[in-house]
């Protein structure tokens, strides 16, 4: 699928890895864009953190670039405030923009002071590479670039066809582990070439990030770096007329979501993509609690991942999330199976459902019985031994 007009990418190896991979990514759009961007909400925040939430609001909502870097997180060091200015500062003149329309993102080791130096050499090399007529060829090694315990590059497409002409979304994002945006070390970037105003396009993401990044979770840790930001250049020429908003909205949220399913996916040592639906909850807010508190549960991830049909631990995860039901009108499906009807065993077969539970995208449906009417969506994944040797191991 073609890419958004008016976008260009680069990446490269700095230094900042151990191992001699890209660690370094730029995107540039060639003229200032409308920006939107939800961060995350962990009381400790990394320096690009701060200062990306800096320059949006200098710039009135605009950006001309965003520059990434994994392998350290820049958070929680002495320097950290310094070596992001200083990188961007770097970027900024090269790019010939203000210094406040650079967006800064990082994702990596905690607590390591990071040398702006390896960040700033690299720097024209990307940008001599901007101009390249490989576009999807650098926007798929931007994507690679970001990556940290990730297995395999995230990305989704979208094009939508409007009145006066088509438009493009494109999106990237990476993350593995450390997963509860809550909007982990989570990054996304999508870009548009869509003309959309910041107002609206900041309105499109709170809601899109409210139905994908916040329903995913893989260990229920918050990053301190969590960042997702959305660019619209205009460049198609073409901006929705108020009755299209809605469909444009539609696509954005889809590619939102696709990307937060493939961090789901991805998590650290899973092997298998979980969907939890909820229904019949007294409000939206109490839905996903639920969801969440069975999203997180070890055992539930841990039964799961054994695809063991033990509907026990869904019903005891949901009890200790703080949202009042009665446990006589819980209903429990495992992949369509019920398994739990108001809140006593259901007949099953145990071994047909366990080699149900076997397929690498498995769902749990749990409803209450009664007067609400809200509903929630959350995707998790299985928690397996392979995530401890990961987390066992990542700084050393």
């Given at each position: 699928?073609?890419l958004?007009?008016?976008?260009?990418?680069?990446?490269?190896?700095?230094?900042?890895?151990?191992k001699e991979?890209d660690d370094l990514?730029l995107i540039?759009?060639?003229?200032?864009?409308?920006?939107?961007?939800?961060?995350?909400?962990?009381?400790?925040?990394?320096?690009?953190?701060?200062?990306a939430r800096a320059?949006l609001r200098?710039?009135?909502?605009?950006a001309?670039?965003?520059?990434?870097n994994?392998g350290n997180a820049?958070?929680?060091t002495r320097?950290?405030?310094?070596?992001?200015?200083a990188?961007?500062q770097?970027a900024?003149k090269?790019?010939?923009?203000?210094?406040?329309?650079v967006l800064p993102?990082?994702?990596?080791v905690?607590?390591?002071e990071l040398d702006?130096?390896?960040?700033?050499?690299?720097l024209?090399?990307l940008?001599?590479d901007?101009?390249?007529?490989l576009r999807?060829?650098n926007?798929?090694?931007?994507?690679?670039?970001?990556?940290?315990?990730d297995?395999?590059?995230?990305?989704?497409y979208?094009e939508?066809?409007l009145r006066?002409g088509?438009v493009r979304?494109?999106?990237?994002?990476k993350?593995?582990g450390m997963?509860?945006?809550r909007?982990a070390?989570?990054?996304?970037?999508?870009?548009?070439?869509?003309?959309i105003?910041t107002?609206?396009?900041q309105?499109?993401l709170?809601r899109?990030?409210a139905?994908?990044y916040?329903?995913?979770?893989v260990?229920?840790?918050?990053?301190?770096?969590?960042?997702l930001?959305?660019l619209?250049n205009g460049?198609?020429g073409v901006?929705p007329d108020?009755a299209?908003?809605?469909?444009?909205?539609?696509?954005?949220?889809?590619?939102?979501?696709t990307l937060?399913k493939?961090?789901?996916r991805d998590?650290?040592g899973?092997?298998?993509l979980?969907t939890?639906e909820?229904?019949?909850?007294s409000?939206?807010?109490?839905?996903q609690q639920?969801?969440r508190?069975?999203?997180n549960s070890?055992?539930v991830?841990?039964a799961?991942?054994?695809s063991d049909?033990?509907?026990?631990?869904?019903?005891?995860?949901?009890?200790?999330?703080g949202?009042k039901f009665?446990?006589?009108?819980?209903?429990i499906?495992?992949?369509?199976?019920?398994?739990?009807r108001?809140g006593l065993?259901?007949?099953?077969d145990d071994?047909?459902?366990?080699?149900k539970?076997?397929?690498?995208d498995?769902?749990?449906?749990?409803?209450?019985?009664?007067?609400?009417k809200?509903?929630?969506?959350?995707?998790?994944c299985d928690?397996?031994?392979r995530?401890?040797?990961?987390?066992?191991?990542?700084?050393t």
């Amino acid at each position: 699928m073609e890419l958004p007009l008016g976008f260009n990418f680069a990446a490269g190896y700095a230094g900042i890895r151990a191992k001699e991979q890209d660690d370094l990514a730029l995107i540039v759009s060639g003229t200032p864009a409308s920006a939107a961007a939800v961060f995350t909400r962990n009381q400790v925040q990394a320096a690009p953190v701060r200062l990306a939430r800096a320059h949006l609001r200098q710039s009135r909502g605009k950006a001309g670039a965003i520059l990434v870097n994994a392998g350290n997180a820049n958070c929680a060091t002495r320097t950290g405030a310094k070596v992001a200015l200083a990188c961007c500062q770097a970027a900024a003149k090269l790019l010939r923009l203000p210094v406040q329309q650079v967006l800064p993102a990082s994702t990596g080791v905690i607590g390591v002071e990071l040398d702006a130096k390896l960040i700033t050499r690299k720097l024209p090399e990307l940008h001599a590479d901007l101009c390249s007529d490989l576009r999807k060829e650098n926007f798929d090694r931007a994507a690679r670039a970001i990556m940290t315990t990730d297995l395999v590059a995230k990305q989704a497409y979208a094009e939508v066809v409007l009145r006066r002409g088509t438009v493009r979304i494109a999106g990237m994002t990476k993350g593995s582990g450390m997963i509860q945006p809550r909007m982990a070390t989570t990054l996304g970037f999508v870009v548009t070439d869509a003309g959309i105003p910041t107002p609206l396009l900041q309105g499109m993401l709170n809601r899109a990030n409210a139905l994908t990044y916040d329903c995913i979770s893989v260990d229920g840790d918050t990053s301190t770096n969590d960042t997702l930001i959305v660019l619209a250049n205009g460049a198609s020429g073409v901006r929705p007329d108020p009755a299209e908003m809605a469909l444009f909205e539609l696509a954005l949220t889809g590619v939102i979501e696709t990307l937060a399913k493939a961090i789901a996916r991805d998590g650290e040592g899973a092997r298998k993509l979980i969907t939890i639906e909820i229904a019949g909850a007294s409000s939206s807010d109490a839905a996903q609690q639920i969801a969440r508190w069975i999203a997180n549960s070890p055992l539930v991830k841990t039964a799961i991942a054994g695809s063991d049909p033990n509907w026990g631990r869904i019903i005891c995860a949901a009890g200790n999330a703080g949202v009042k039901f009665d446990p006589a009108k819980v209903d429990i499906d495992l992949q369509g199976v019920p398994v739990c009807r108001a809140g006593l065993a259901a007949e099953f077969d145990d071994a047909e459902l366990k080699e149900k539970l076997d397929a690498p995208d498995c769902s749990i449906r749990f409803a209450l019985q009664g007067r609400g009417k809200a509903s929630a969506r959350f995707w998790t994944c299985d928690l397996t031994e392979r995530y401890i040797e990961i987390n066992g191991s990542y700084r050393t």
